[in-house]
């Protein structure tokens, strides 16, 4: 029994020594867990005792407050970390002594003074048996109250930026009721937030037709869609407003909590976007309706071109333009000898440098023919791309009409010659030591003055044209001839001398014999003058030449202006038969009557020349005047008195024949003074006008006109009788009737 009892207790033993090796083991492990937790946790860790003084503090605490656990330890907490604001921290260490705890947020000083801002955690430790102290957990709140203060910062900030906002904002929950409006939106939409806030959106800003279209957009929204449209929305005054709504979801820990919108008053832009689709169309009216050629232009492409530009190209459509290089449609090279390439690359660049160029170009037709074009290069935006906008103007004729003005500038209109600038400029040119000898020949026309008042300037300018032909043929090919003015023309004649210049003005007078302008002859007075060195000034050989021809003239001139009235008669004749058997009838009379008064046979010869030109005016008269079957009218009339003054320009041309141009000039003057031109009576007219007057009124009246018959000899004289003293002589009137008339 005590055996038993002695293994009993034994084993009573081993399991007591058992059980307290396992709980020492277990406590040592809780121990060892202890120390490692309270060593690397990351908040301070302070262990006091039950009169507030360090026991120990972890490294995170060394770190946080920067003390180290051997400085402080065996200190009054509230004299290491406690401001004076905060010493009553730990008055509640009773309370927690008797089994509470406490937690609160407040600031320590740290080693180096600086506050800093924890939360504090504390509850009651057991030190041992007798003691139970306090375990202080400090946890570092600085990022916390950093980020509320940039919390703060970032509401402050929103809510600035939304009430400032330029563009008009809402916030509407999820049933699509307001929750908050900027100020911008109050003025855009003309409401007051009051007037909003908890109200349906629908209800407000939205029109009816529009209700199904927002409610769908909302609501994709709020399925956490972004999206952006244009639309129009409702004032409060009922007025509509374009906008463009941007409406983002608002998302708070993953939750939808409503739909931020942002409004954008697009009135001035649809205004503009219509502005720009009628410029645009305007643009295209003009564009496709120009008569001038237009091609735009895309990278060195054309990408539309109108329809005057395919008619201009000589294509049927523009599918034959479209996507070519403007050089495509040109010749290899322009004609300032630069390939079209080249040009029109720097020509396109300059034009998107500087905005626009403008420039002349030749395009190539289909059939190869060439178009000179002025172009106008413009860069422009078209439809949001920057392109070039190339306008081209025919230029054709109006290159034509340059051309022709460069050449009329240098040639005479009328012949057909070199003109006097041409001249002028040539002869300095020439006039060098390569050109001598250098001969100047001055040519002038003879009685292109008395062709003009007797036949007209039409004819007379056909009698400069003929002579510019004679010239012409007389002289050889690429000589210079020139009309220097009037009548007068002029020959340059580079290393010819005097010898070779007389057969050239030979072989002219040849040819001018054998030409003729109806029955006028062709005659052309000319001199010459040769320069041989260059101290000669040319000038002076130019005067020299002049002085030739016009002593030539002297004696050339008389003998051409009487073939010239000569052939003036005939003219007028063959225009007129009736005049030239008048002319002959009066001429007739006026020897009859010269004979029967005593005059002297050289007197009755000039009077019977008289006669027969006192009308010789008439051949500048309209034929259709003169031959007019019916009576004149006054304006024919007043034409037909004009005849004694142009038969005195003619006539005075011939010097000796200025007297008989006086006797014509005054044939229908009256003895009474009422007669014209000039209105002479009596004896200031003269006899010889006088005898004309009666014979070419007798012979008028006894002989057929244009629009009467023939008058009887005795009623004739009976008018002769009746108009003495007025119209006529009377003592010529007496002499013609009783020696002249009843004698024959």
């Not at 040849?510 to 302008?517: S, Y």
């Not at 005659?523 to 060195?533: D, P, T």
């Amino acid at each position: 029994m005590k055996f038993a009892a002695f293994i009993i207790l034994l084993i009573i033993f081993f399991i007591i020594i058992l059980f307290y090796y396992k709980k020492n083991k277990e406590l040592k492990f809780e121990t060892a867990y202890l120390k490692e937790l309270f060593e690397n946790s990351q908040d301070g860790i302070l262990i006091l005792d039950n009169n507030d003084r360090i026991v120990k503090a972890n490294r995170s605490f060394q770190r946080i407050l920067q003390y180290k656990s051997d400085e402080i330890k065996g200190l009054y907490v509230n004299d290491i970390i406690a401001t004076p604001e905060t010493k009553d921290a730990f008055e509640i260490s009773d309370v927690i002594i008797h089994g509470g705890t406490a937690n609160s947020e407040t600031r320590r000083k740290r080693k180096d003074g600086k506050l800093i801002d924890v939360r504090v955690d504390a509850f009651p430790l057991m030190l041992d048996s007798n003691q139970i102290g306090l375990c202080a957990i400090y946890k570092d709140i600085a990022y916390k109250k950093e980020s509320e203060k940039a919390l703060e910062l970032q509401r402050i900030y929103f809510t600035k930026l939304f009430e400032n906002s330029p563009e008009a904002i809402c916030i509407i929950d999820t049933e699509d009721r307001f929750i908050d409006v900027n100020t911008a939106f109050e003025k855009l939409f003309g409401y007051r937030k009051e007037e909003l806030v908890n109200y349906y959106i629908n209800d407000k800003i939205v029109q009816a037709e529009s209700i199904e279209e927002a409610t769908n957009i909302s609501d994709d929204v709020i399925k956490g869609n972004v999206v952006e449209y244009e639309t129009l929305r409702k004032r409060k005054d009922g007025s509509l407003v374009d906008v463009c709504i941007l409406g983002y979801p608002i998302i708070f820990e993953n939750s939808q909590i409503g739909v931020f919108g942002i409004y954008k008053d697009i009135t001035e832009r649809k205004r503009s976007d219509e502005v720009v689709k009628a410029s645009e169309y305007t643009f295209r009216r003009l564009f496709e309706g120009s008569s001038d050629a237009i091609f735009i232009m895309e990278d060195n492409k054309i990408v539309d071109c109108n329809e005057a530009a395919i008619k201009m190209l000589g294509y049927d459509s523009k599918s034959n333009v479209i996507d070519k290089s403007p050089w495509e449609l040109s010749p290899e090279k322009q004609p300032d000898g630069k390939f079209s390439k080249d040009k029109a690359l720097k020509l396109i660049a300059k034009t998107q440098i500087n905005g626009k160029s403008k420039f002349e170009w030749w395009h190539q037709r289909r059939d190869n023919t060439l178009i000179p074009v002025e172009i106008m290069l413009t860069s422009i935006l078209l439809n949001g791309k920057k392109v070039v906008h190339a306008l081209c103007r025919d230029v054709d004729e109006r290159k034509q009409l340059e051309q022709k003005l460069e050449y009329l500038s240098y040639h005479d209109q009328l012949t057909d010659l070199y003109n006097r600038r041409f001249f002028e400029e040539e002869l300095m040119r020439l006039d060098v030591d390569r050109n001598y000898p250098l001969t100047i020949v001055m040519a002038d026309v003879n009685g292109l003055k008395l062709v003009n008042d007797s036949l007209g300037h039409a004819i007379g300018d056909e009698l400069l044209r003929k002579v510019a032909e004679v010239l012409k043929k007389g002289c050889r090919a690429g000589e210079i001839i020139a009309r220097l003015g009037g009548d007068e023309f002029v020959i340059l004649l580079p290393k010819t001398d005097t010898y070779q210049a007389e057969l050239i003005i030979q072989r002219i007078k040849t040819i001018a014999l054998k030409e003729k302008l109806g029955s006028i002859d062709i005659s052309i007075s000319i001199g010459l003058a040769s320069k041989n060195k260059r101290e000669e000034q040319i000038q002076e050989i130019f005067k020299k030449a002049e002085n030739h021809m016009y002593k030539k003239k002297i004696f050339e001139g008389p003998n051409m202006r009487e073939k010239t009235i000569n052939a003036i008669i005939r003219t007028l004749h063959e225009k007129n038969k009736r005049e030239k058997q008048h002319s002959y009838r009066v001429s007739a009379l006026c020897q009859s009557i010269g004979q029967a008064i005593g005059l002297s046979d050289d007197e009755i010869q000039e009077l019977k020349t008289v006669g027969l030109l006192h009308d010789i005016g008439k051949i500048a008269i309209e034929e259709n005047i003169l031959n007019k079957s019916g009576k004149l009218i006054e304006v024919e009339i007043e034409e037909i008195k004009r005849h004694p003054e142009i038969g005195y320009r003619i006539l005075s041309t011939v010097s000796d024949m200025s007297e008989i141009a006086e006797f014509v000039l005054a044939h229908h003057e009256r003895w009474d003074g009422n007669g014209y031109p000039k209105g002479l009576k009596k004896d200031q007219i003269p006899l010889q006008s006088r005898i004309i007057s009666i014979a070419d009124a007798y012979d008028a009246m006894t002989n057929e006109g244009s629009y009467r018959s023939a008058m009887p000899k005795e009623i004739a004289i009976q008018e002769l009788q009746k108009n003495a003293g007025a119209q006529f002589d009377p003592d010529m009137v007496n002499v013609f009737i009783e020696k002249v008339l009843i004698n024959s």
